[in-house]
């Protein structure tokens, strides 16, 4: 069964930075592109960012453009998310998810696994 466990998530101060994890409990993990995504209160979930198989490829919302950065440790089945300079329009429940064709999307649908998500707080 595979297992998708995001830790990292709490509050910080606008400006300030936290680093999510997303540990996955998967033999090839090497071959699943990785995503993140993230719903905030009375909101639908978005897509935040996604990153493919290798590593190699990224792909990032508008509103994060550099500011996070997603990035893929495939000998330690984990992918993480830099979040830096945080504003409050971040706060959500940031999800991480795994799909399967290896390319990485912005499409939630995309994706056949899915984690429980961790909670970022940010406050002004």
């Known amino acids: 069964q595979v297992q998708l466990v995001e830790s990292g998530g709490g509050l910080v101060q606008a400006g300030g930075s936290l680093r999510l994890s997303c540990v996955v409990s998967?033999?090839?993990?090497?071959?699943?592109?990785m995503g993140w995504f993230r719903q905030a209160p009375g909101k639908e979930r978005e897509f935040v960012a996604a990153?493919?198989?290798?590593?190699?490829?990224?792909y990032y919302t508008n509103s994060v453009k550099g500011r996070f950065t997603i990035s893929k440790d495939n000998a330690k089945n984990t992918m993480f998310l830099q979040m830096n300079s945080l504003k409050t329009e971040d706060t959500a429940v940031y999800y991480c998810?795994?799909?399967?064709?290896?390319?990485?999307?912005?499409?939630?649908?995309?994706?056949?696994?899915w984690g429980q998500g961790t909670q970022v707080t940010v406050s002004s």
């Open positions: 990153i493919s198989s290798s590593g190699y490829r990224t």
């Open positions: 998810a795994a799909d399967m064709s290896g390319r990485g999307s912005g499409a939630a649908g995309e994706y056949k696994y």
């Open positions: 998967i033999r090839t993990f090497s071959n699943y592109a």
